[in-house]
Structure formats: structure tokens, C-alpha cells
């Protein structure tokens, strides 16, 4: 099919997916400039601020990509164009129309071809210092495995390879192995045993005489996920002012309510979390005290309707807060089948846009780590976080007594433009009644 016969175009622009998104980066087109995609179909994946999504495409027809992936653009700029035309033929036929043009490269360019792609010596990722010393040894850098950032080639990777290149050179096992080792180049050195091979003491003097250089790790560049953690945390603490509360509960009739409550529950193959716990504690608290539930927009201050409460979590990507929606509403079995759920997902780096955003609220539970109090950083653009230290005996004491009790920390740091001292300390102590006092949750709404 001719391109004449795609009658109109449509644009494809960087969707803004929050209130907070001011930007976002193409992780991968799933079609090739110049193919056929369908309407609804997944077109690309981007990256911002709370997880990678898929895009589906807007409109059927030839896709022409404007934007390559790993560039961060601004919401609603144009990353490519959908020609859609008028006239009906099958897809299968359109897609083989217009498969894009061989690319026809220079033939005096110097080309390394790696697995099937064909890139010239220039697109290889390798440091100057290395290059220069590629270039002159002639060697092949298809099979080279660099050990520098990203899998950059460095000077140390040669050495190996250059072996391999210059076979001739006659040296004996340790040499060989002590030149890998240290860098040295074997066809550099003089030999001075039996027909000229290279021993030990060679390697050694060549070593001595002339020192290998070392090249400083090139900076890596934050990845996009870590970059948006950076700049979100980071205006997090410049642009809010943060108060910080903290108390102690003593845990130790909550720590037993939920091993009574998994008592039950384990005919149902469920197993209730301490997280569980508090996500629907602190639901009930923040029900009860509206004024923490609320988020301050370029628009105004906006007080949310519903209670979603977030949980971080430590993910290889980096911190991720999956989030539970209308925790105030939901029973603990309900809450910890929704978390179990939503953690996977997030673990698996296969997060809906759902699942990570439109949280009011967030918790952070550090006590895995043994760690007993610290002072989060509030999650824009919220009004207050929950920190969790860890259950632990400790002597306290009560009635006149000293016992041992299991006590856990409790800081809550707020944003004090939204919410008093008094306030946040009112909602913090509510928070430490429910965990000091389980029969207080009989009286909550089923």
C-alpha cells in the first residue's frame, strides 16, 4: 500500500497519568517505525514517578516514532504519529507494505556486528583509552564483554582478548595468568627464556616499568525510577515543613491478637500481617480524624473522600508504595488479600497504575531491619506518613512495676502548612490506643 493512501494522522503524546506527573520516559516501542498497530493494542512503555506501564495506541494504523526510548520528555509532548487511512484491506497485508526501508550504510564505515545488529566501531560502548588501544591492536570487539559501567569496554578488558589476538607470542602459563591479571599487554613484552618466551619475572619488570593505567568509574546515571525518588523526596524535604511526632506503644496484647486471629483464620490457609494490622488501625483512626486525610495540589487544599492507605515497599527497582483503597471499609482478611495481591504485582515490576497511586496516607515499616524509630519522609503530595520501628522486649514500667513488655515505635512526620502539632499528636495517640488496646476493634463497623 502506498503512503499516499494514509489519509490523516494522529498524534501519540506522553500521557499524563497524575496530578504530580510533569514528566516521563519511553522504556521500550513494542513496534518498529513504519508497522501496522491496531487500536487498543500495547504500543509502548514508559517510566515515571510510580512504576513502568504499557501504553495502548490510540488509533489503528502506521506507527511513525518520534521519540526513542531513554529520553525523558515533558506530559503531552508528541513521541509518534498513527497514519491512519480511509480505504480496507487486511492488516496482515498492510503490515507488509509497509515494513520500513533497509538502512544503507556507508560501506567504508568501520561496522562490529553484535548478535544480529550490525553497529559501527563508533556505537560500541567502550572508553576513549580503550578505543584508541582497539583500534591499534585491530581487534574484534564483537565478543568482548566489557566490566565497566552499564557494560562499557575498558583498557583491562583488552588484554584478554589481545591475548587471544596475538597468539604467537610464546609465554608460559603463570605469565599468561599474571599478565590477564594486571593488564599487561604480552605482545609488549620481551621475553627472555628458551626462544624468546615470556616468563614470570618478565610480566613483573613490564609491570614495574611501565604502570598500567587506571580509569576512574565513569559516573552512572540515576535510573529513571531512582531519579524520580530523588527529585520527589527531595522536594519532599525543601518545598514542605516537616514536624515530626513520636511515642511508644506497648505491643504486646496486639502481638497476641494476631496470633489469635491467625489461629482462626488457618482454616483458611490465611495468615494475617502485622502490616495488615496497622494499614486497617490507622484507616480507623484516619475515619475518625479527617483533618490528616488530605493533600495540598497547586490547585488548593484537597480533602479526600475515600482512605487509601499506601505501604513501602523495598523493591530491586527501588521504593515503591503499592496502596490499599478504602482500607477503612475493608475487614483484615480482606486488606491482606488485596496486599498480597498488590506487593506481587509490585515485586514483579507488573504494577497496574492503580495499585500505585491515589494513596492519602502512607506507612513505613522499618521494624524487619531491627531498626526502632526514624523519621520518614513525608510522599508527596500527602500530608503525613506513618514510620513503624520493630516489636521488642524491653523492661518498663507499669503500675509501679518493672516488666518486660513488647514495645514498638511510632513517628509520624507531617507536613505543619496541612496539619497542627496538637492534631497530628491527637491522631498518633489514637493510632497507639489501637494497637495498646484490641478490644477497641469490636466497636468498628463490620
Known amino acids: 500500500m502506498s503512503d499516499q493512501e494514509f489519509t490523516s494522522s494522529y498524534q501519540v503524546v506522553m ?7 510533569v514528566e516521563g520516559k519511553i522504556i521500550e516501542w513494542y513496534k518498529k517505525d513504519g508497522e501496522w498497530v491496531d487500536k487498543g493494542e500495547p504500543l509502548f512503555s514508559i517510566e515515571n514517578e510510580k512504576a513502568t506501564l504499557d501504553i495502548e495506541s490510540p488509533a489503528s494504523g502506521k506507527l511513525e516514532i518520534q521519540i526513542e526510548p531513554d529520553i525523558v520528555v515533558p506530559i503531552l509532548s508528541p513521541v509518534g504519529l498513527i497514519h491512519t487511512r480511509e480505504k ?32 559501527s566501531f563508533d556505537q560500541i560502548r567502550i572508553s576513549p583509552r580503550a578505543r584508541k588501544a582497539a583500534r591499534e591492536a585491530g581487534l574484534d570487539l564483537s565478543q568482548v564483554s566489557g566490566s565497566g559501567i552499564r557494560g562499557m569496554i575498558v583498557t583491562v578488558d583488552l588484554p584478554a582478548k589481545a591475548a587471544q589476538e596475538f597468539h604467537a607470542v610464546k609465554a608460559t602459563p603463570i605469565a599468561r595468568k599474571m599478565a590477564a591479571e594486571t593488564g599487561v599487554d604480552l605482545a609488549g613484552v620481551t621475553g627472555t627464556g628458551p626462544r624468546g618466551m615470556v616468563r614470570k619475572e618478565d610480566v613483573e619488570k613490564c609491570r614495574q616499568s611501565v604502570p598500567v593505567p587506571v580509569e576512574p568509574a565513569a559516573p552512572e546515571p540515576l535510573s529513571g525510577l531512582r531519579k524520580v525518588i530523588a527529585d520527589r523526596l527531595g522536594k ?3 518545598e514542605r515543613p516537616q514536624a515530626n511526632l513520636t511515642t511508644e506503644a506497648d505491643a504486646s496484647l496486639f502481638v497476641k491478637a494476631r496470633m489469635q486471629i491467625n489461629q482462626e ?17 490507622v484507616a480507623q483512626a484516619i475515619s475518625e480524624h479527617p483533618y490528616i486525610n488530605v493533600s495540598l495540589l497547586p490547585e488548593g487544599l484537597q480533602q479526600h473522600n475515600q482512605v487509601n492507605v499506601g505501604l513501602a515497599v523495598d523493591t530491586p527497582r527501588g521504593l515503591m ?7 477503612d471499609h475493608k475487614n483484615f482478611e480482606c486488606i491482606q488479600q488485596d496486599l498480597d495481591a498488590i506487593i506481587q504485582r509490585t515485586l514483579a515490576g507488573t504494577a497496574t497504575w492503580d495499585d500505585v497511586t491515589g494513596g492519602t496516607f502512607t506507612i513505613t515499616n522499618l521494624g ?10 513525608i510522599n508527596p503530595p500527602e500530608s503525613a506518613i506513618l514510620g513503624i520501628g520493630r516489636i521488642h522486649e524491653k523492661p518498663v514500667v507499669v503500675d509501679g512495676q518493672i516488666v518486660v513488655r513488647e514495645m514498638m515505635s511510632l513517628s509520624i512526620s507531617f507536613d505543619h502548612r ?3 502539632g496538637a492534631p497530628a499528636a491527637r491522631f498518633l495517640q489514637r493510632v497507639k490506643q489501637f494497637i495498646e488496646q484490641p478490644f477497641l476493634w469490636s466497636l468498628w463497623e463490620k
Open 88 to 119: 480496507s484491506s487486511s492488516h496482515h497485508a498492510v503490515h507488509k507494505e509497509v515494513q520500513p526501508s533497509a538502512v544503507v550504510a556507508d560501506s567504508t564505515a568501520e561496522k562490529i556486528t553484535v548478535g544480529e545488529t550490525t553497529k
Open 15 to 21: 500521557p499524563r497519568l497524575g496530578l504530580t506527573m
Open 265 to 281: 483464620l488457618s482454616k483458611k490457609e490465611i495468615k494475617i500481617s502485622y502490616n495488615t494490622l496497622l494499614i486497617k488501625l
Open 368 to 377: 524487619a531491619f531491627e531498626i526502632d524509630a526514624f523519621t520518614p519522609l
Open 321 to 327: 508504595v503499592p496502596v490499599v483503597r478504602d482500607a
Open 236 to 238: 519532599s524535604w525543601n
Open 418 to 420: 496541612l496539619v497542627d
